[in-house]
């Protein structure tokens, strides 16, 4: 109980900050309103105003905490942080944790109970772990620190713990000369991408009861206390729902959480969960709005690494240059709708695009610097999602794709393995002859043609380069798809073929084989592990329908495939695992060679 002269100060203090309160809402041009402040309690420079209730707290606050933030400036002498809480918080506060005390027999757990009801610190302390890797485990380890000998410990994994967090964590745990120690954590790209799309929160508590045993503390846990054979983990803040202290030197989310945002369903998930905690007490319902909107920014800040070879290559022949551009600004378009693109473009037509908004374009000089600009890209910037256009031939839409599966961003094409086969006609041939009718196609070696009456010895030497396939006669006709965790056709397409090759198309058609040519298409998909995002499929229908060729890439079709939503935003929503829904429309169109 507080002696006389202590209640004199802290009535003196009370009446003084209602009265600068007041002087300041009139400065402010604010309503002159009634409030009451209950108590107020002060710690270390640190002063906590205790309300009769929320009005009384928003009062003090004020739009959009001008209010305190004055309070703060006029007493920054005295006190280096100032609080607003609402008395019945602390009241409710304190019976939660009588109850939690009730409710759980555990000498750990009553430690911390009676530090917060009492002030009451363990004359021997006992030794916990205090896992560290995300947004509030710092501001639990400052906690835990006053009532136990705390261990602290990371996983040490740059996907969870980048380097400029595990710099934030030394430089935090040094000063305050708590031991710490980092664990190896391996995932593999799968594991990362399964993490990803299914919210990562929790993920580490199998990781834990392999290796820890005791008591951990970690925020990494779905669920308030997980009891194993040796050991118990305790979410610090699910179980204690104290209100958060903002402080700079805590962390923010971790990479996992922040890529997991990026998925629609993964950001309502975190959004729900942070109005939670406002209902619980634990956050403040400014704190709560200022990141609910730093998590939209994360979503709405995604920079997707977009190229055509021939358009960043400078390539010499015209009627390819024209189909790559074609394709190029049909998708650049709708990527720039939903995100902030960067690009690869030949010196001679950066002019075409340099008007562009949300469009870095990092010009090419010749095409020797492709691959090395590529690198250079995706190991410096920020780059979410990765999707290039480019021929199979030579291996370059393979090598190019082999360089973006080296970095953590989202490929939303196929992987490389399924281009090493979808891109050779002969590995292709091998992989569906038996499950589909196909062109009989000969192994790759040296083949003579000549006539087969033919005299003088005259012939055409064709090598290794060359394939010797049936010829089959029909319907020239393609499949778009989108493949992902499910297979999903998209159009049945015309292809118009002459001597000058591919020159035009009519898209989304009707045709009376169409539900069985489908069919037969994923069965193909089937064969062939790794294609992913948009493929298309060649195909030649008379009265049979032969399955000519799988391109593992954007194909020229694009031009005509009018899709709601746009067939970006389905690439996107597809390589973050989400159920596709859409409508298509086409349209015929041609090109001139």
Not at 280 to 297: Q, V, W
Not at 459 to 477: A, S
Not at 583 to 592: A, C, L, N, P
Request: net charge positive; hydrophobic share 40%; proline share 3%.
């Amino acid at each position: 109980m507080l002696d006389k002269q202590s209640l004199q100060l802290k009535e003196k203090t009370i009446n003084e900050i209602k009265e600068r309160i007041s002087k300041i809402r009139e400065d402010l041009g604010l309503n002159n309103v009634d409030f009451d402040i209950v108590d107020v309690e002060i710690e270390d420079k640190i002063l906590t105003i205790y309300t009769k209730n929320r009005t009384d707290k928003s009062i003090i606050i004020g739009p959009g905490g001008w209010v305190v933030g004055k309070l703060r400036e006029e007493m920054k002498d005295r006190f280096k942080i100032i609080k607003v809480e609402d008395y019945m918080d602390r009241v409710l506060f304190e019976e939660r944790i009588k109850a939690i005390k009730l409710l759980f027999d555990d000498k750990v757990i009553h430690d911390i109970c009676n530090y917060f009801l009492y002030g009451k610190i363990p004359k021997k302390k006992r030794d916990v772990v205090c896992l560290v890797h995300c947004q509030y485990d710092l501001y639990a380890l400052d906690i835990l620190s006053n009532i136990f000998n705390v261990k602290a410990i990371s996983y040490d994994f740059p996907a969870l713990v980048p380097q400029k967090t595990k710099k934030k964590i030394l430089d935090f745990l040094n000063k305050r000369y708590i031991e710490h120690k980092f664990l190896k954590l391996s995932l593999t790209k799968d594991d990362i991408k399964n993490l990803i799309n299914s919210f990562p929160c929790g993920f580490l508590k199998d990781k834990i009861i392999e290796d820890l045993e005791g008591y951990v503390f970690t925020s990494c846990l779905d669920t308030a206390v997980f009891k194993y054979r040796r050991g118990i983990i305790i979410n610090f803040f699910e179980l204690f729902p104290i209100k958060i202290k903002k402080d700079e030197t805590y962390l923010n989310y971790c990479p996992l959480c922040i890529q997991s945002c990026k998925i629609d369903k993964n950001k309502e998930k975190l959004i729900k969960k942070i109005v939670k905690e406002v209902y619980r007490g634990f956050k403040e319902p400014t704190d709560a709005s200022e990141e609910i909107l730093s998590i939209i920014k994360w979503c709405g800040d995604r920079v997707i690494l977009f190229f055509e070879y021939a358009l960043a290559s400078g390539f010499e022949d015209k009627g390819i240059l024209k189909e790559g551009k074609m394709m190029f600004d049909t998708l650049l378009n709708q990527f720039l709708e939903v995100d902030n693109v960067t690009t690869l473009i030949y010196k001679d037509f950066v002019d075409d695009y340099k008007n562009f908004k949300n469009l870095k374009i990092v010009e090419i000089e010749n095409e020797n610097e492709i691959e090395e600009k590529l690198n250079s890209i995706l190991k410096n910037k920020k780059i979410d999602y990765a999707l290039v256009i480019a021929p199979e031939d030579e291996g370059i839409l393979y090598n190019l794709t082999k360089i973006i599966e080296k970095y953590p961003v989202k490929n939303l094409g196929c992987s490389s393995e399924a281009i090493k086969i979808a891109g050779n006609k002969y590995l292709t041939y091998l992989s569906i002859k038996d499950v589909v009718k196909t062109p009989k196609t000969f192994p790759p070696k040296k083949y003579i043609v000549k006539r087969i009456d033919s005299c003088g010895g005259k012939f055409n030497l064709f090598d290794e380069n060359f394939l010797i396939q049936e010829f089959v006669d029909g319907e020239n006709l393609s499949v778009s798809l989108i493949v992902g965790k499910k297979i999903y056709p998209l159009s049945l397409n015309r292809q118009y073929i002459d001597e000058r090759g591919f020159v035009g198309g009519e898209v989304d058609i009707e045709h009376k084989l169409k539900d069985k040519i489908f069919k037969e298409v994923i069965k193909v998909i089937k064969c062939i592990n790794g294609l992913n995002g948009y493929v298309g499929v060649d195909v030649i229908v008379n009265d049979e329908i032969y399955i000519i060729e799988i391109n593992p890439r954007i194909t020229t079709t694009i031009y005509g495939l009018k899709t709601e939503p746009s067939l970006a935003k389905l690439l996107i929503k597809n390589a973050n695992n989400e159920e596709l829904k859409f409508k298509v429309e086409g349209m015929r169109f041609t090109i001139d060679k």
